[in-house]
């Protein structure tokens, strides 16, 4: 029996149709992959059928007492609450099983009834079913897994960085332990080792899960079946997401050709029945056009223009961009790292900062930056040096503002048909330009940042985790836009698969230099 059975699904966003009645089956044995364009409704998809939205049309149909666990990146953290009280929230039914078993405990002490006794047996021996007992280690296995632990138990979850609260969030909804879990792009914020474990964590899951994802690597580890998201259907693929990518594209093509050769056939018809109409062939004009408002009509194919990426360059006569001498970063003069910091980034030059999140990847580059203040040490910049920065974090001060009303507040004298281009180079359409950026993916989000540095000319770009969120052809082409700028470049990603040591000069791995 199906898990989960979505049917006739039909949705529009704006003025995208995002499903056309489109269909979708999880079974218990089913690691399943969503993959597709930014913007073809995956988030929505998963927004659906954790009933945070209404769809137009269909129909969700869980199992019956069925537990799924939706991992949600955008959940409130309350101040006050220690990482530790946060993760040990992830077993709150069991703490009030042992209440109430203690309380049966307590009474039968008093009352010597032995119903209560029987009572608290059940519920004990549900706790043991449970493992309640071994609790601490589970969390410790789960918070090391995913780099917690080394923060501390006692740490705030206020004080937590956006990928070290993403990853507090996904360490509770593991420990959940659901029968099915939904975890849309629950890679964003983890570095490599933290993935590794992730994979391995879900390769022993003894449930189903549906994952949400654009890191493909991560994909072609965990997943048995693929269902792509495009021209508003559902399509399922079994089997690896290699094969499944090949079934994919052959599928597009027989779907491009049939699409338009009912494109064809609809504009022919459609001159005919203009033609006739009021003529002698009115009549049979008119039995076209009946003919025709009965025709089922394939659904457009989607944004399908490719980015084009370009960054601006600034010249510059210096070799040398930035030097890094004795450097140490952290905050309130609280190091992070244990040694400091020596390095240099020269004109066409790629150099990746690596190490997991947390060891201040981000920190630094905001130092470089003059963002934050270095603890002690040296940046020096070349006096031609002018930076372009690529910051990861999807915060916008006026989340209400269109694409283009917040390019027009930062590049005040361009012109508006500037901005456009800009934005369409990075694949938006007019009408994502003109939508409030809230209501846009986070792959459409991201490419909004990515606008405004195609707008921004720099010969130091300093990119934070760029690839979180973007699809394939967008991660194609900022790759060909990186190799091809002229100047200094610093990238820190977790993705590996994207560099690779053809094109990138040095890998500074800061983790090694953790305190």
Same mark, same amino acid.
């Given at each position: 029996?199906?898990?989960?059975?979505?049917?006739?699904?039909?949705?529009?966003?704006?003025?995208?149709?995002?499903?056309?009645?489109?269909?979708?089956?999880?079974?218990?044995?089913?690691?399943?992959?969503?993959?597709?364009?930014?913007?073809?409704?995956?988030?929505?998809?998963?927004?659906?059928?954790?009933?945070?939205?209404?769809?137009?049309?269909?129909?969700?149909?869980?199992?019956?007492?069925?537990?799924?666990?939706?991992?949600?990146?955008?959940?409130?953290?309350?101040?006050?609450?220690?990482?530790?009280?946060?993760?040990?929230?992830?077993?709150?039914?069991?703490?009030?099983?042992?209440?109430?078993?203690?309380?049966?405990?307590?009474?039968?002490?008093?009352?010597?009834?032995?119903?209560?006794?029987?009572?608290?047996?059940?519920?004990?021996?549900?706790?043991?079913?449970?493992?309640?007992?071994?609790?601490?280690?589970?969390?410790?296995?789960?918070?090391?897994?995913?780099?917690?632990?080394?923060?501390?138990?006692?740490?705030?979850?206020?004080?937590?960085?956006?990928?070290?609260?993403?990853?507090?969030?996904?360490?509770?909804?593991?420990?959940?332990?659901?029968?099915?879990?939904?975890?849309?792009?629950?890679?964003?914020?983890?570095?490599?080792?933290?993935?590794?474990?992730?994979?391995?964590?879900?390769?022993?899951?003894?449930?189903?899960?549906?994952?949400?994802?654009?890191?493909?690597?991560?994909?072609?580890?965990?997943?048995?079946?693929?269902?792509?998201?495009?021209?508003?259907?559902?399509?399922?693929?079994?089997?690896?997401?290699?094969?499944?990518?090949?079934?994919?594209?052959?599928?597009?093509?027989?779907?491009?050709?049939?699409?338009?050769?009912?494109?064809?056939?609809?504009?022919?018809?459609?001159?005919?029945?203009?033609?006739?109409?009021?003529?002698?062939?009115?009549?049979?004009?008119?039995?076209?056009?009946?003919?025709?408002?009965?025709?089922?009509?394939?659904?457009?194919?989607?944004?399908?223009?490719?980015?084009?990426?370009?960054?601006?360059?600034?010249?510059?006569?210096?070799?040398?961009? #930035?030097?890094?001498?004795? +450097? @140490?970063?952290?905050?309130?003069?609280?190091? *992070? %790292?244990? /040694? =400091?910091? $020596?390095?240099?980034?020269?004109?066409?030059?790629?150099?990746?900062?690596?190490?997991?999140?947390?060891?201040?990847?981000?920190?630094?580059?905001?130092?470089?930056?003059?963002?934050?203040?270095?603890?002690?040490?040296?940046?020096?910049?070349?006096?031609?040096?002018?930076?372009?920065?690529?910051?990861?974090?999807?915060?916008?001060?006026?989340?209400?503002?269109?694409?283009?009303?917040?390019?027009?507040?930062?590049?005040?004298?361009?012109?508006?048909?500037?901005?456009?281009?800009?934005?369409?180079?990075?694949?938006?359409?007019?009408?994502?330009?003109?939508?409030?950026?809230?209501?846009?993916?986070?792959?459409?989000?991201?490419? #909004?940042?990515?606008?405004? +540095? @195609?707008?921004?000319?720099?010969?130091?770009? *300093? %990119?934070? /985790? =760029?690839? $979180?969120?973007?699809?394939?052809?967008?991660?194609?082409?900022?790759?060909?836009?990186?190799?091809?700028?002229?100047?200094?470049?610093?990238?820190?990603?977790?993705?590996?698969?994207?560099?690779?040591?053809?094109?990138?000069?040095?890998?500074?791995?800061?983790?090694?230099?953790?305190?």
């Amino acid at each position: 029996m199906a898990l989960l059975t979505v049917s006739h699904l039909s949705h529009q966003f704006m003025d995208k149709q995002l499903y056309t009645d489109a269909e979708l089956i999880l079974n218990p044995h089913d690691r399943m992959g969503i993959i597709g364009q930014n913007g073809v409704g995956k988030s929505t998809l998963i927004h659906i059928i954790t009933g945070q939205l209404i769809p137009d049309e269909g129909k969700i149909e869980w199992q019956r007492r069925l537990h799924y666990g939706y991992l949600d990146q955008y959940a409130k953290l309350s101040a006050g609450v220690t990482i530790g009280a946060f993760l040990h929230s992830a077993f709150a039914e069991l703490y009030d099983d042992e209440k109430r078993m203690n309380a049966y405990y307590t009474d039968y002490g008093t009352n010597a009834d032995d119903e209560l006794l029987a009572k608290a047996g059940a519920i004990q021996e549900r706790l043991e079913a449970a493992d309640f007992y071994n609790i601490d280690t589970r969390i410790d296995q789960v918070a090391t897994g995913l780099g917690l632990a080394e923060l501390g138990y006692d740490r705030d979850v206020t004080a937590l960085s956006g990928g070290q609260r993403s990853k507090l969030i996904l360490a509770k909804l593991l420990l959940s332990h659901p029968d099915v879990l939904l975890l849309d792009e629950p890679t964003n914020f983890l570095d490599k080792d933290h993935i590794d474990w992730l994979v391995s964590f879900l390769q022993d899951f003894n449930g189903a899960y549906i994952v949400v994802s654009h890191d493909y690597d991560f994909l072609d580890q965990v997943t048995n079946v693929i269902c792509d998201v495009e021209f508003g259907k559902i399509t399922r693929y079994t089997g690896n997401l290699k094969q499944a990518l090949k079934l994919r594209n052959q599928a597009r093509e027989t779907y491009m050709r049939e699409f338009n050769k009912q494109q064809e056939k609809i504009s022919k018809t459609e001159a005919y029945i203009r033609k006739y109409k009021a003529g002698s062939r009115s009549k049979s004009a008119r039995s076209r056009e009946k003919q025709l408002a009965h025709v089922e009509r394939l659904t457009p194919p989607g944004n399908k223009v490719r980015p084009v990426l370009e960054f601006p360059f600034v010249e510059t006569a210096s070799e040398i961009l #930035v030097t890094v001498s004795d +450097l @140490l970063i952290g905050y309130q003069k609280q190091p *992070l %790292l244990r /040694e =400091p910091l $020596n390095f240099s980034v020269g004109r066409g030059e790629v150099v990746v900062f690596a190490g997991f999140n947390g060891v201040g990847k981000t920190t630094l580059l905001k130092t470089i930056l003059g963002m934050l203040p270095a603890i002690s040490g040296e940046v020096d910049t070349s006096a031609t040096m002018v930076p372009g920065y690529y910051d990861q974090e999807l915060h916008w001060e006026a989340p209400l503002a269109s694409p283009l009303q917040y390019l027009q507040g930062i590049f005040t004298k361009a012109q508006p048909r500037t901005l456009r281009q800009a934005l369409a180079r990075t694949g938006l359409t007019a009408q994502q330009a003109m939508s409030p950026i809230h209501e846009l993916s986070g792959g459409e989000q991201s490419k #909004v940042k990515l606008a405004r +540095l @195609l707008l921004t000319p720099s010969n130091l770009l *300093l %990119l934070d /985790e =760029p690839t $979180n969120h973007l699809d394939e052809a967008t991660k194609d082409a900022l790759r060909t836009a990186i190799q091809e700028f002229p100047g200094g470049v610093v990238l820190v990603t977790h993705e590996e698969g994207f560099y690779d040591d053809s094109w990138v000069d040095k890998v500074l791995d800061i983790a090694a230099l953790r305190k």
